[in-house]
Each structure stands twice: as C-alpha cells, then as structure tokens.
C-alpha cells in the first residue's frame, strides 16, 4: 500500500512549507510504520478554510436530493476501498477484522440514513413551521411567518482516535455537516494517518462524480496541537464537531474564546457510564449480570465512550462479585490506540492500586508489558463521594465497583455523579417503580437512560441522543449519534411577509 503522506485540500494533494513529518503508529507490535506524513502548516490551514467558504454558497445552492445522492456516493466509495481499507486500519489500531468491518457497516449507514432524510426534505425533522396572517386581530394585525432553518457555515471536524471510521474523517460529524449544506474541513486524527488519507481518496473520487465544489472537503493531516487551535481560530469556521478529551476540549474552547465571533463547539468527551443494579435484581440476576458488564467493559478493549466504567452494586451481592472476578480474570490483556493513551492508563490505575480505600478485586492476564491488562477495582458508596478522582473515567479497560448499603447511599452516590453520556439501571418491574425518584435525579445526570441492559452500542436512528450534561458533552441539547445530529449545523431562520 502506497500513501503520499500528503493533506488533501479542496481536491489537491499538497505537503505545504512545512517539511516537518511524523508516524502512524502500530500498537500490534508496539512500534511506529514506515510512511511519513507531513505535518500540516497554517498556510493549508487557512487555504482549507478559505476554500471552504468559497464552496459554501454553490453547495447550500443545491437541493437536498442532490446532497443526498452524494451522501450515497461516498458510502459506495468507502465501500469500494475494500480489504485495503480494512487492512490498513488493523494496522494502525490492531482492532480485529469483524470490529473494523461493523464499525465501516455503520459509517456507511450512517451516512445513507442522513441522505435517506434529505430524500424526504428534512420532514422527518420538521424543521419548518408555518403560520397565517391574521389581517384582521385587534389591536394589531397579526403577520404570515414561517420558520425554516438555514446551513450555519463551515465546520471544523476533528477525528477521533477509538472509532478510526465513524467518528472520524467521513463519520458522524463529518455526515451531519454535510447533509446540512455545510461544507467540512476535517483535522484528521495522527492515530490512524493512512486510514485518513484513504477515506479522504473515496470523498474525492465522490467529490468529483456528483460534480460538487472542489473546496466543499479538506483533510489536515498533523500531530500538533498548535495546528487545532489554528483552525478553530480561522474567523470562517462557524462551528466545531469534536470528539476526544476534556483536557484538549477546555483548550479548544480557551482558543474560541479569544475569537471576535464566538461559535458553537460541539464535543462528545466521554462518560463513566455508571450502571445501578437494584437489590432483587442483584439476587436473582447477579451472576448473569455480572459476566455481561465484563463483556461490555472489555468490548474495544475498554476504550468506547459509552463503557460501563462504575458499577453501583448492594454491598451484599456476593454472587455477582464472584461471578465479575471469574469473568475478568481469563480476560486476555491487548494494546490500547496510542501510547498517550496507555500512558494516561497507567497512571490512573496506578493511583486506584496505591488507594488506601481501594481493593483490586480482579486483574486480567498479562500477556505483553507494552498491553493493558482488564482490572476491576472496588470501593465503598462513602468513599467513592468523597474522593472526586475515583469518579474519574479511566479510559481502557477498567472498572470501579462501588458497594452500597442502602438507598440513602445509592441516591447520594447518584447525586454526585457528573454528567455522563449514558447510564443504565438494572431492576424488576416492581423494583423500578419504587424507584421512579431515583430514576428522574438520574435523568438530570444523562442523556441517555438504558433499562437492563449494557450500554455500549449507540443505534444511529430518530429517536438516539448521543450526548449529556457536562462534561459528558459541551452541548447538553445536541447529539453527534443519529439523524438529528445535522440540527448541530443549521440555524433558525424567520421568514416574516409575503411577497405580492
């Protein structure tokens, strides 16, 4: 496989001044690939963007069946990379075969499910809404308006490092923006440089088929933060889809801050997902249950935004802390994306094992010092409140098992909680209507409820909301899952009068 290590911008291929390079890196064989890539300079930074702008005005021209077609195409053209994409991305992630072929299953539904909305003009979403005149109310007469929503400008997209396809170069965000009529420059993520260069060749080859402007897509290529905050600073983008941490989240918006012309910044920052097992449920499910949270906490080897990572469990279900330490304790260790990311791992585990309140309940097989083995940890409802840092994500595969002793505790643990992405609540039927307060303080802490059952997995539909209170995400009324994901890219605008 051959990569020119080159960005794309506004159909051309270019390295830029810069002739500083870096390397996709192999977590396999913990080691970084062969092909350079040139780091980005602020010169294609703002050529990016300048194009873009120029490409907004003939795309949000076109009618929505026409943005749906091209929507279609580039899910025919990921597709049409074939194995060489697939191949390409175990490389620079070792995410096994079927993972990687379900996650590209999704990125092209995905983007099939916001074209099939276009197809329909945008009805499905009711963005428009319409109101007589009233030429004869007293005292004043009362005119015709009509609400309808327009593309808010050119989107800054940063890719994500644990979802090389979907949340990245041609996923969600990147979707949404374009089925609004916004055209996308994409800061690509250096985790995976080469799956980037091969999706950014599909929207090309799309690009040119259905006849679009050149400028609509650009792909920067770089591994330094200084190139994000010159893009998020260029006074033509109008909004920022994000996905990754807190810490570089707070940065960014430190940049957009300083902007004349504040814009909206939507970021998806991860969650600890907590999951509160009920006490006749704990007793007649426990073991089951327990073997299922290990399995979702161990899918994508811990590192899905939605992994389960505290578990609220009655201080007496023994069965289900018997059945979670047998569950984790065969669990093979693997590679986490980067090595920042297993750095940040190690530190957090670390701090849990030197925690005088903390007790490593299990700890997965070590096969490779440079893997991350599965742990679950374990601590009390009072010290788990107390301490702040144990209500922190760790971001691999990692759990905290908190015992409560009563619904006193469970309620305060709830209260404490900051704000999470999803949580799910495992009960009878009787046992979830006692708890209906319980369950309403929880829906103030999520945007996403989830009734016996684990929450990794996010279906792209309607009806999804993919987002929660901070810091969960930036904008707790926006979801980057799902169809009313290109709300986050359209603004309202009024129409008053008629024309005569």
Not at 146 to 157: E, K
Not at 325 to 351: C, M, N, R, W
């Amino acid at each position: 496989m051959v990569f020119s290590g080159l960005s794309y911008i506004a159909g051309d291929w270019q390295k830029g001044s810069s002739n500083e390079v870096f390397k996709g890196f192999c977590p396999g064989t913990n080691e970084y690939l062969p092909t350079a890539f040139y780091e980005s300079c602020e010169q294609l930074v703002h050529q990016a963007v300048m194009s873009a702008a120029a490409a907004f005005k003939p795309y949000r021209a076109i009618s929505n069946y026409q943005r749906g077609e091209f929507l279609n195409t580039i899910a025919d053209e990921i597709l049409a990379l074939g194995d060489e994409l697939i191949e390409t991305t175990m490389l620079e992630t070792n995410f096994p075969r079927q993972r990687l072929e379900g996650e590209r299953g999704r990125t092209v539904n995905q983007l099939r499910a916001f074209a099939e909305v276009l197809n329909q003009d945008l009805s499905p979403l009711h963005l428009t809404v319409s109101e007589e005149a009233e030429d004869d109310r007293q005292p004043i007469a009362k005119p015709k308006t009509r609400l309808t929503h327009i593309p808010i400008g050119v989107v800054a997209v940063f890719g994500a490092s644990n979802f090389p396809y979907a949340f990245s170069t041609l996923g969600g965000d990147t979707a949404a923006a374009l089925a609004a009529g916004c055209p996308v420059v994409v800061k690509a993520h250096p985790a995976h440089p080469a799956t980037n260069e091969l999706m950014t060749r599909a929207i090309d080859r799309a690009i040119k088929q259905c006849g679009m402007p050149s400028g609509l897509f650009s792909m920067l290529q770089g591994s330094q933060h200084l190139l994000s905050h010159q893009l998020v600073s260029e006074s033509n983008i109008k909004a920022v889809g994000f996905t990754g941490s807190l810490g570089a989240a707070s940065a960014l918006l430190d940049t957009i801050n300083q902007r004349v012309e504040k814009i909206p910044f939507y970021g998806e920052l991860g969650s600890v997902n907590p999951q509160i097992v009920l006490k006749q449920y704990a007793a007649q499910h426990g073991a089951a249950l327990a073997k299922q949270l290990v399995s979702s906490m161990v899918m994508g080897h811990g590192q899905f935004c939605t992994s389960p990572g505290v578990w609220l469990v009655p201080d007496d279900a023994h069965y289900f802390e018997q059945a979670a330490t047998g569950a984790v304790e065969p669990s093979p260790s693997d590679t986490l994306l980067t090595p920042s990311i297993q750095k940040a791992f190690k530190h957090a585990t670390a701090y849990l094992e030197a925690h005088p309140n903390v007790t490593l309940l299990a700890k997965g097989e070590q096969s490779k010092d440079y893997h991350a083995c599965v742990q679950l940890y374990a601590c009390a409802a009072r010290d788990f409140i107390d301490d702040t840092q144990l209500q922190e994500e760790v971001f691999g595969p990692c759990a905290m098992l908190v015992r409560y002793r009563n619904d006193e505790e469970l309620e305060q643990v709830v209260d404490v909680l900051a704000g999470q992405l999803t949580a799910s609540v495992y009960g009878e039927a009787s046992e979830l209507q006692q708890k209906s307060h319980l369950i309403d303080a929880l829906s103030y802490k999520v945007g996403r409820i989830i009734y016996n059952q684990a929450p990794t997995g996010v279906e792209v539909c309607m009806s999804m909301n993919h987002g929660g209170p901070f810091p969960s995400s930036t904008d707790v009324k926006s979801t980057s899952v799902g169809t009313r994901a290109l709300l986050r890219f359209l603004r309202p605008l009024c129409v008053q009068g008629q024309i005569l």
